[in-house]
């Protein structure tokens, strides 16, 4: 009988230990809205094929990790590449929910790319660099 209850309280310690645990919840909602007059810089690197592509425009939507479209009025900012290092740089960013969109050219073929990928840079200054897939 005395076994019985020592299992029974080494299953309640067991049970209580394991409850104590948690997970972290993977949609954590953050503590800031996405949009300008912040200390963020988002920096877009496009890439095809494992290279870095000729960048043109990105586009970058506040408030979403869904795809909006591809047309520019779909976005709330537009960046031109620099050209010393092909790549895009949206300034003055809060953290947040962003979407960006990329058009690029393929250097070989001279195709027009296109690519976009969901972000949520969390930091509340710096830089966030980002790589961006491009393709057909």
């Not at 049970?15 to 954590?28: A, F, R, W």
């Not at 503590?31 to 890439?47: F, H, K, M, Q, R």
């Not at 976005?75 to 809060?94: C, E, G, P, R």
Request: hydrophobic share 35%; proline share 4%.
């Amino acid at each position: 009988m005395y076994k019985d209850y020592q299992k029974s309280f080494i299953w309640v310690g067991v049970l209580l230990i394991l409850s104590s645990c948690s997970k972290k919840d993977s949609d954590e909602t953050l503590t800031c809205t996405a949009g300008d007059n912040g200390s963020v810089t988002i920096v877009a690197s496009p890439t095809h094929h494992g290279a870095y592509a000729q960048a043109l425009n990105a586009y970058i939507k506040f408030n979403t990790q869904d795809y909006p479209g591809n047309l520019p009025a779909d976005y709330d900012l537009v960046a031109q590449s620099n050209t010393a290092d092909n790549k895009f740089y949206f300034n003055n960013l809060q953290c947040g929910n962003y979407y960006v969109y990329a058009e690029a050219i393929d250097t070989v073929t001279h195709d027009t790319l296109h690519g976009g990928i969901p972000i949520q840079p969390t930091l509340s200054s710096g830089e966030f660099d980002i790589i961006l897939h491009v393709s057909e």
